[in-house]
């Protein structure tokens, strides 16, 4: 029996992580891409001494391997039998949350269709389906992201971690930051103490552009220009190490962010961009 339906049980995180460390584990050993922090699932979160991964089928015949598989077909045969869309696998991850992981937005909206509730979540983890779309790093070698993330989206999901806020800096997509940033309670109810403090320093690193999408959130809420990441970095610092560092310092540029302020190593965002030979960066903050 590959399939059970467990009680759901209520679990609350205090403050977002980037990205669910199952997923991390996943990454690295079923998609054999190499990702250093799914180090950290292994000596944080579990003793295995062969580690093995929850979203993987455990059946060939089994629904789990039709949504691996992208079997939709299969998958509706098995839903008009009865196969509940809320459904567990074993180790008690939704099947929408299955169709998410496996990057098959077929299943995804099939299971939608069916009616699967967008904000299930596993019987002993916090995260939602919209957690488990790939790492920002990632995202541009897997083409169904952003369908995944509008389906999910549209259909009222929320999510726990950074992780898909990153997926939508990397596509710019100014649509879907408006709609998860509204839905109640609004993604700042509680700023100062909201869990998404870094917002603008996560825009920093993977976004594509982003002005309006800066825009938006510094309207919103114009403290996060003085956040720093612990390692004392502004979001000028961070710019400098996207793949569009001038595009996003210069986009940066236009806030008051302070462009002399100093990280723990004493080291300022203009000397990172003289180190690293960004001439049109340097220029930008000479400039200022």
Not at 63 to 72: F, L
Not at 181 to 210: D, H, T
Not at 239 to 255: H, V
Request: net charge negative; aromatic share 8%; with cysteine.
């Amino acid at each position: 029996m590959e399939i059970i339906k467990l009680p759901r049980k209520q679990r609350a995180q205090e403050r977002p992580r980037i990205w669910p460390p199952e997923l991390l584990h996943h990454i690295e050993h079923c998609l054999g891409l190499p990702e250093k922090a799914a180090h950290q699932y292994r000596i944080g979160f579990c003793d295995l001494e062969e580690p093995t991964c929850i979203f993987e089928p455990t059946h060939p015949g089994g629904v789990v391997n039709q949504i691996k598989n992208g079997d939709v077909q299969g998958l509706k045969r098995r839903l008009d039998e009865g196969l509940d869309a809320d459904g567990y696998n074993l180790a008690g991850i939704p099947l929408l949350s299955l169709a998410v992981v496996h990057m098959q937005p077929g299943c995804v909206e099939l299971l939608l269709t069916y009616c699967a509730f967008p904000k299930t979540r596993g019987y002993w983890l916090v995260a939602e389906p919209l957690d488990y779309v790939m790492p920002a790093p990632l995202s541009d070698s897997f083409g169904h992201q952003d369908a995944i993330i509008r389906m999910l989206i549209n259909a009222g999901s929320s999510f726990c971690y950074f992780n898909v806020l990153d997926s939508i800096f990397l596509s710019d997509s100014l649509d879907l930051l408006r709609k998860v940033v509204q839905q109640p309670p609004g993604l700042f109810a509680k700023w100062p103490n909201s869990g998404y403090e870094m917002i603008l320093l996560r825009v920093a690193r993977y976004g594509k552009g982003c002005v309006e999408i800066a825009d938006l959130i510094v309207s919103m809420v114009p403290e996060v220009l003085e956040v720093k990441t612990k390692l004392g970095d502004t979001a000028l610092h961070v710019a400098l190490f996207n793949s569009e560092a001038e595009s996003m310092l210069k986009n940066l540029l236009r806030f008051r962010i302070d462009l002399l302020a100093l990280n723990t190593t004493n080291v300022s965002a203009l000397a990172i961009a003289v180190r690293k030979g960004l001439v049109g960066a340097v220029e930008a903050m000479l400039s200022r």
